[in-house]
């Protein structure tokens, strides 16, 4: 039974509260026959919240006393802090007369002892009475939203307005965003279109070239300033690339353009088929040498900072020292009397050593060629070193 | 074998008996040699990755070098080819620049499957060192770089006679280096002028404009790009200016006691107008763009770039053009 009376005073115990109990209420409530409860205090606060709880599940049956403010009341109800300190002082008009609560000051112990003292019929009476003051409470509610549902049909019309807009803004942008998205990851960054640039470079250390690239260079050439941002490198597996073409064809050394018949149908591509990436594409770049393709993954980037833009000098009007200052190029072929020119270039070779010492690449400088394309390298090496070691010859190309 | 591949456009397929795809031409150095090498097709007519066997456009040489400079010129040794079409031709001819040699020869097609008939060679002066070549837009002459004497040559293309000689330019100034005009790089090194001879250059490229009024050439020693403009529908060249491919600012050897060097071993134009001449210097290690000129063919310098040993360059404007 106790239990019950709980949940009751759980549903019910935000739509009253507790009177607080004075001269007058005194006088009405010893006046009449209904029962009430009172809780005389005199400081202690523990068990105000559950008495507040309790008042809500009982409306009109609870009371409060602060002794502390009201002593002539207490004092009339022979109720002193002496006997409990300040723990408060409970009891229960019967409707003739007041009875002392002599127990624990405990919850539960004062439901028990209010569900005891109460009859079924008032139990009745007072779960009436507060089911029709929370219906009360609602129908005032109700009333109160009646009277604004004028305004808020208004305002509703143009938050629904309003929402549809930003739902349809925010709808084109998020699919705009994921256009973007696919239309960024379906291709490489660095396919914008624009002029690029390749640069094949010496593999190896030559007797006429310090050679310290690593293969394939790519590059953008930016044509409002003419300067050149690195994009790339790769290993092609080929040392010492010394030429470059691209297919299609187009001029090379300024000439015409080729003329070439109308290619058959059978080499045409294919109309729904998509444009090839760039790396496909660029994959069939000739490499010199040995006619060999570049491998796949040319476009692979790799971390080149060696690769930094050089800030420009600042124009000299240096005039060219004389000729005799100047440096031939080929140092290194081996002497001979055959020709002047090839004895000039062997002296001045003697005279020139190198201008940077023995080349310096961190590994994060060096192309991210694959193991594939290292061995390869490695092979064509070791098989170059030793065609030159078995038959020297003129190496300057 | 070092080869010099140049992209002919479809020669096979100007006389109907070639292979179906266009040959990359390859001047093979060693033997002087000139192959033919094709892509090929899948089974659905797709080109592939794959290159096809290279067909021999021209035999070995043999032992025919013209020995004036002994170690280069023990052997025929090709150093570049280029197709061209003779004006007023269809077919496409092939030059071949013979450093080894002295020669500049004339191909044109055969009658057989991707072989080309020898129409006329010409004798370079001895030790010239024909190394690289290019072409008028029309098709009219071809102008061919001389690596060992600095010279450039003009020549006269017939669809029936070997190339003819009209006019022979110094690629070097007078006083055997950039001119007095150049504004050359002052090298460093104290030791310069007490233990240097007579310095040696070595031209080595060279590129024509497409509207076919400058020429640029580029010699390596004196690491210069020395601009010609055209006259008489370019039939003769006159040399405009003399650049220095790069600065001394541009040489990071903080010895100098050792040489520095730009050694510009290619040259391109690049950009829609070809409004940019791009320099590819070897032992500077740097790739330097010019603006150039189009009215006078003059170069300004613009930008520089690190690129380790660059050796040949290719620009290419993407997305290629269908």
Not at chain 1, 200 to 227: I, K, M, P
Not at chain 1, 263 to 288: K, M, Y
Not at chain 2, 66 to 95: D, F, M, N, W, Y
Not at chain 2, 116 to 125: E, F, N, Q, T
Request: aromatic share 4%; proline share 9%; glycine share 8%.
């Amino acid at each position: 039974m106790v239990y019950p009376l709980l949940l009751l005073l759980q549903a019910a115990m935000a739509h009253a509260s507790v009177v607080t109990f004075d001269a007058e209420t005194m006088g009405m409530v010893m006046g009449a026959t209904a029962p009430a409860f009172v809780k005389f205090d005199f400081g202690e606060k523990q068990l105000d919240a559950f008495w507040d709880q309790l008042g809500d599940a009982y409306p009109g049956l609870l009371y409060r006393v602060d002794c502390t403010q009201d002593q002539p009341v207490c004092a009339a109800r022979s109720v002193t802090s002496s006997a409990r300190g300040l723990q408060p002082v409970f009891k229960f008009w019967t409707g003739s007369s007041f009875r002392r609560y002599s127990g624990e000051p405990d919850p539960k112990a004062l439901v028990a002892y209010l569900q005891n003292k109460l009859t079924d019929e008032q139990v009745q009476t007072l779960t009436d009475r507060s089911q029709a003051v929370a219906d009360r409470k609602q129908q005032q509610q109700q009333q109160q939203q009646q009277r604004n549902q004028p305004t808020r049909a208004g305002e509703s019309a143009a938050d629904a307005e309003w929402r549809l807009q930003v739902l349809l803004g925010t709808l084109a942008a998020g699919a705009l965003s994921i256009y973007a998205l696919i239309k960024y990851l379906g291709r490489s960054p660095h396919e914008q279109p624009g002029i690029f640039v390749l640069a094949g470079s010496y593999t190896q250390r030559l007797t006429h070239v310090d050679g310290r690239g690593d293969g394939l260079y790519l590059f953008r050439l930016h044509e409002a300033d003419g300067s050149l941002t690195p994009v790339s490198c790769v290993g092609v597996g080929v040392p010492n690339l010394s030429y470059l073409c691209a297919e299609p064809p187009r001029p090379i050394h300024g000439g015409a353009l080729p003329r070439s018949p109308p290619a058959p149908a059978r080499r045409r591509p294919h109309p729904r088929r998509a444009p090839l990436p760039l790396a496909r594409r660029w994959r069939r770049v000739a490499a010199s040498r040995c006619g060999r393709m570049p491998r796949a993954g040319l476009l692979r980037t790799c971390c080149t900072p060696a690769l930094a833009q050089r800030p420009l000098p600042a124009p000299t009007a240096t005039l060219p020292p004389p000729p005799s200052h100047r440096r031939p190029p080929s140092h290194r072929h081996p002497p001979t009397a055959a020709h002047p020119l090839t004895a000039t270039r062997h002296q001045a070779g003697r005279a020139r050593t190198c201008c940077t010492p023995r080349r310096r690449r961190s590994p994060r400088a060096r192309c991210s060629a694959s193991s594939s394309t290292r061995a390869a390298r490695r092979a064509s090496r070791s098989s170059t070193t030793s065609v030159r070691a078995a038959a020297p010859r003129a190496t300057w190309r | 074998m070092a080869l010099i591949a140049q992209p002919n456009g479809g020669l096979g397929e100007a006389h109907g008996k070639g292979p179906a795809s266009p040959l990359v031409l390859a001047a093979n150095y060693d033997d002087g040699s000139v192959v033919g090498v094709g892509a090929t097709v899948d089974a659905k007519g797709r080109r592939t990755a794959a290159m096809a066997r290279p067909l021999m456009l021209r035999a070995p040489a043999g032992e025919a070098g013209s020995k004036v400079v002994a170690e280069r010129q023990a052997s025929p040794h090709a150093h570049c080819c280029l197709p061209v079409t003779p004006k007023g031709q269809a077919e496409q001819h092939v030059l071949v620049a013979d450093l080894g040699a002295d020669t500049v020869s004339q191909y044109a097609p055969g009658a057989g499957a991707a072989q080309l008939h020898l129409v006329g060679s010409l004798a370079a002066a001895a030790g010239a060192g024909p190394r690289h070549l290019a072409a008028s837009p029309d098709g009219a002459h071809a102008y061919c770089v001389c690596e060992l004497d600095n010279t450039l040559l003009v020549l006269r293309l017939h669809a029936d006679k070997p190339p003819e000689l009209r006019q022979r330019v110094a690629l070097l100034a007078a006083d055997g280096g950039a001119g007095a005009g150049a504004g050359g790089a002052p090298k460093k090194g104290k030791r310069a002028a007490a233990e240097t001879p007579t310095p040696a250059s070595f031209a080595s490229a060279i590129i024509a404009s497409r509207d076919g009024r400058h020429v640029y050439a580029a010699v390596r020693g004196a690491d210069i790009i020395v601009t010609l403009q055209t006259e008489q529908g370019g039939a003769r060249l006159a040399v405009v200016s003399r650049t220095p491919s790069g600065e001394a600012a541009d040489l990071t050897c903080p010895d100098e006691s050792r040489w520095p060097a730009h050694t510009p071993r290619d040259i391109k134009l690049a950009g829609p107008r070809e409004e940019l001449l791009l320099a590819a210097n070897q032992d500077s290690h740097s790739i330097v763009s010019f603006r150039r000129d189009a009215d006078t063919g003059g170069l300004a310098r613009l930008s520089i770039v690190e690129s380790p040993s660059p050796c040949c360059l290719l620009p290419l404007a993407w997305p290629p053009p269908s």
